[in-house]
């Protein structure tokens, strides 16, 4: 995930920087810098959502697992009490 970040990171500074450098006027700059973001802005709200839903899932099975093993260790003890 750290790796993902700094991806992006390092894939936003250089997209600035190449609109910075290059040649046109600060109004047109400034309107590409701002849509640039917006689009890396989404993107990364995109990807969290999805993030969070695999947490969800995630959280989800976690719990039926132990669920399960709370129910095989409750079905265990009463098969050795009677």
Not at 21 to 37: C, D, E, H, L, V
Not at 54 to 80: C, H, I, M, P
Request: a positive charge; zero cysteines; aromatic letters at 10%.
């Amino acid at each position: 995930m750290r790796s993902l970040f700094w991806l992006l990171f390092g894939l936003t500074v250089g997209a600035i920087a190449a609109v910075l450098f290059t040649p046109q006027s600060g109004k047109k700059t400034r309107k590409k810098i701002r849509k640039q973001a917006k689009r890396m802005q989404l993107e990364l709200e995109a990807r969290t959502e999805k993030g969070w839903d695999r947490f969800e899932d995630w959280k989800v099975n976690a719990q039926e697992l132990v669920e399960d093993a709370a129910k095989q260790v409750n079905g265990s003890q009463t098969n050795y009490m009677g």
